[in-house]
């Protein structure tokens, strides 16, 4: 077979494909449970992004039932079962000279006699103070009154300030604790571990005998995992006429693993395939086999539950090769580029090898289609 007729046969098994990937509407919803105010409601949960679940959610009783929206107007608090991550309302305040206080779901650090809650917060929210990797706030709840405290990092031209306006807030609201007068609040860092620890202190030295609990997650990596085929052509620099003279295929297995706690659009892909490769140069006929090891760092366009995400990756993939005859096995690393969008179930990508460390190095493209055999938290 061809080039051609393999590529045609992947896409037209991709469209095949596709329409099994159409009914798997109910992968994104995890068990879990709401608190109104008045009862407690077990069922299922669209996991969405914080900053998304901090608006509403999506609830199902049943996985076969329509979905219903809620938002804080509606629930008390929320938990998914998997990792116990809850979200409770808060009235925000950005900015102490608001006057109305918006309703939002707030993730809880802390429950006690001050509770601790993490919010992220929108684009427009982060407008206009410069926030380097910081695009959230905690919130204390201080009898029935909630303070932010956030980390303001601005650049002015060339001028760059940080204004740590926590440690202020902090030192004020736990002034009525003595142990904790001679505290150094400014060296607090700007962290979840830090500001739990001293919210803790402070519930200790205020209620020593109520219960304060903190909230450690684990969360666990989500993966999508499959196989995967691919087809393309060799292209070495002096060989003119590739699609007449050279073909690849590969057939593989693939993970995609993101971490929620560690980033938000990245995540890191690895797998094992094998690749027949063959060309013709100078009226000889050249056949390679290439074991792969792909690791690539991939930068997705859109939450990681999405059903359509488009990426693109970069990476270095070492590989075992040798011919047809298995005369030699040579280990080297390839650097590769590519790019590409999961469909549902389905991920279509195009990647472009670089087979030495140079610019003008032999290159081989490849696209592909690979089927998500099912997706792991």
């Known amino acids: 077979m061809n080039t051609k007729s393999f590529t045609l046969a992947v896409l037209f ?10 009914k798997a509407q109910n992968k994104n919803f995890e068990k879990a449970y709401f608190i109104n105010k008045t009862d407690t409601i077990s069922g299922y949960i669209l996991r969405d992004s914080e900053l998304g679940l901090s608006k509403s959610f ?17 629930v008390e608090e929320f938990t998914f079962a998997s990792d116990s991550i809850t979200f409770r ?47 959230f706030v905690y919130v204390l709840r201080k009898g029935e009154e909630y303070f932010a405290l956030s980390q303001e990092e601005t650049m002015i031209d060339t001028f760059y300030s940080l204004r740590k306006k926590y440690t202020g807030l902090l030192r004020a609201l736990f002034s009525d604790c003595e142990k904790l007068a001679t505290f150094d609040f400014d060296a607090i860092p700007f962290e979840d571990r830090s500001i739990i620890e001293i919210t803790q202190k402070y519930n200790s030295c205020l209620a020593p005998n109520e219960a304060s609990k903190d909230y ?22 002096n060989i003119t006429n590739y699609l007449e003279n050279s073909s690849s295929f590969s057939i593989g297995y693939f993970w995609d693993i993101f971490r929620k706690d560690k980033s938000k659009l990245g995540s890191i892909r690895t797998g094992i395939n094998y690749m027949y490769v063959n060309y013709n140069y100078e009226k000889h006929d050249f056949v390679e086999h290439f074991l792969r090891f792909p690791f690539y760092q991939q930068l997705n366009f859109r939450p ?3 059903k359509v995400i488009p990426f693109v990756d970069f990476g270095l993939t070492p590989i075992l090769s040798t011919n047809n005859k298995f005369e030699y096995l040579d280990i080297i690393p390839f650097v590769e580029l590519g790019g590409g969008i999961y469909v549902g179930r389905l991920r279509f990508s195009t990647i472009l090898t670089n087979t030495r460390v140079s610019l003008k190095a032999d290159k081989l493209l490849s696209i592909g289609v690979a089927w998500t055999l099912h997706k792991q938290d």
């Open 13 to 22: 098994s991709a469209l095949l494909i596709s329409f099994k990937a159409s």
């Open 58 to 74: 999506y609830f199902k009783k049943n996985l076969s039932d329509e979905k219903t929206l809620y938002t804080p107007n509606d």
């Open 89 to 135: 309302k808060i009235l925000f305040r950005l900015n102490p000279q608001d006057t109305i206080s918006d309703p939002r779901f707030a993730k809880v650090l802390v429950k006690g006699n001050t509770d601790l809650y993490k919010l992220q917060l929108s684009q427009k929210e982060l407008k206009p103070i410069y926030l380097t990797e910081i695009d």
């Open 216 to 237: 450690n997650y684990k969360v666990k990596a989500v993966s999508k995992r499959g196989v995967e085929l691919q087809a393309g052509m060799f292209l070495p620099k």
């Open 304 to 306: 990681f539950t999405s």
